[in-house]
């Protein structure tokens, strides 16, 4: 049973950058075919997916978020991180770790973390 956890800081200024870190369990992520991924939910609006890191390592971005958006791994911890920068209270969102497969089905979640923009 693959597992998912997000951990970060709950609170990240306006102009900061925000971190957030997924450990994976029960599954390694460089196996074929899927893709680690980063959604967000903000508060009463709709899920909107951020990038992705797939397992040969190649990335790809939301292109509305591209420009500010970074998703790398480390294979010996079994985790991929996201990096927003830039962020500003628009960016305040439950943000979620997921698992992609080839078919674009998210079959495994993260619980999800709280992140709020404020100063």
């Known amino acids: 049973q693959v597992q998912l956890q997000e951990s970060g800081p709950g609170l990240v200024k306006p102009s900061q950058t925000l971190s957030l870190t997924c450990t994976v369990s029960?599954?390694?992520?460089?196996?074929?075919?899927?893709?680690w991924s980063w959604i967000r939910q903000p508060p009463g609006k709709g899920l909107e997916w951020i990038g992705y890191?797939?397992?040969?390592?190649?990335?790809y971005y939301s292109p509305s978020l591209k420009s500010r958006t970074s998703i790398s791994r480390d294979t010996s911890k079994n985790q991929f991180t996201l990096q927003l920068s830039s962020v500003t209270p628009e960016d305040t969102a439950v943000y979620y770790c997921?698992?992609?497969?080839?078919?674009?089905?998210?079959?495994?979640w993260g619980q999800g973390t709280q992140v709020t923009v404020s100063s």
């Open positions: 997921a698992r992609m497969d080839e078919s674009s089905w998210f079959d495994y």
């Open positions: 029960g599954g390694s992520i460089t196996t074929n075919y899927y893709y």
């Open positions: 890191i797939a397992y040969s390592g190649s990335t």
